[in-house]
């Protein structure tokens, strides 16, 4: 059995967007319908499934937030501050959709 990616890096997120330019299938199952799609991205991003509850979003949420806060990478440098700074953003964003749109 393959070891399960993580949605909340960076890489994830490329080889997601890599396979949508090449016209490919994604890798993982984050397509739904036409009007789902962002709602599904978010949901894979806190590594949720359709059907979350508002609690297990906010769980989710804080669970992440707690390993990928930048400040937990300021000693590493700059690169790692950004690289933690553009998937902590990523995290918040989809909470915020998920919460607006629950």
Same mark, same amino acid.
């Given at each position: 059995?393959?070891?399960?990616?993580?949605?909340?890096?960076?890489?994830?997120?490329?080889?997601?967007?890599?396979?949508?330019?090449?016209?490919?299938?994604?890798?993982?199952?984050?397509?739904?319908?036409?009007?789902?799609? $962002?709602?599904?991205?978010?949901?894979?991003?806190?590594?949720?499934?359709?059907? =979350? &509850? #508002?609690?297990? %979003?906010?769980? +989710? /949420?804080?669970?992440?937030?707690?390993?990928?806060?930048?400040? $937990?990478?300021?000693?590493?440098?700059?690169?790692?501050?950004?690289?933690?700074? =553009? &998937? #902590?953003?990523? %995290?918040?964003? +989809? /909470?915020?959709?998920?919460?607006?749109?629950?």
């Amino acid at each position: 059995m393959p070891k399960p990616s993580d949605p909340s890096s960076a890489a994830w997120w490329q080889a997601q967007e890599d396979a949508e330019r090449a016209g490919g299938k994604r890798t993982e199952s984050t397509t739904g319908t036409a009007g789902d799609g $962002r709602r599904t991205k978010a949901l894979a991003t806190l590594g949720l499934e359709e059907g =979350a &509850t #508002f609690e297990e %979003i906010k769980a +989710a /949420y804080r669970r992440l937030a707690s390993v990928h806060h930048p400040d $937990r990478f300021a000693a590493l440098g700059k690169e790692a501050t950004a690289t933690a700074t =553009a &998937t #902590f953003q990523r %995290i918040q964003s +989809a /909470y915020d959709y998920l919460t607006a749109n629950a």
